[in-house]
């Protein structure tokens, strides 16, 4: 019996870091975005779920799909930002699903998951972890991640969930607000005690 984790919050927040630090403690790690990648291929029947609701601009010359083009369009406002949602996420979760069906039967399965909750996936989770922090931080962080505009990183932003949609849903809460090292000492935190619990139980 798998013991899979959620993982989830908005854009900048610092998923990819607690996902990491699980990794090298064993946790089998999957993220959904990487999922979103490999189920948009060429000729997929998501890519053309996409084209058929935004139009064939997020198209490259030579058929793949765009994601700069996408992202420009789908995180334009929080419409389109759902619509991208209801259109890619069945998709998404099959992949998900198959690859957790690839861990060892026992392990556990953390997803880093930024719509764990919108997908539904939460509701195969043991346990659901958001990871949150202050709205100019998490602006800052994309800037620099995605090297976005401060326009674009601003509509990003603003399409996604407010923050209580994370604290009403997930069964813990850790705040990214301060530096490195207090952040990981809390991802850390949190980890031994979900790890400790599945030992003990």
Known sequence: MKYIIGVTGPSGSGKSLFSELAAE??????????SAR??????SALLKNLVEVFGEQILSSDGELDRSELAKIAFSSRK??????????????????????SAEENSVVLLDAPTLFESGLDE?????????ADYNLRNSRIIERDNLTEERAELRLKAGKPEEFYTERANMVIYNNSDYDTFCSNCLTILNKIL??????
């Open 38 to 43: 490999k189920a948009a291929y060429k000729g």
């Open 196 to 201: 400790g619990g599945i030992q003990n139980g």
């Open 80 to 101: 389109n930002t759902e619509l991208l949602n209801r259109t890619s996420l069945p998709h998404i979760v099959k992949f998900v699903r198959a690859e957790i069906d």
């Open 25 to 34: 403690r064993g946790v089998f790690c999957i993220n959904c975005d990487k």
């Open 124 to 132: 195969i989770c043991n346990t659901t972890v958001a990871i949150l």
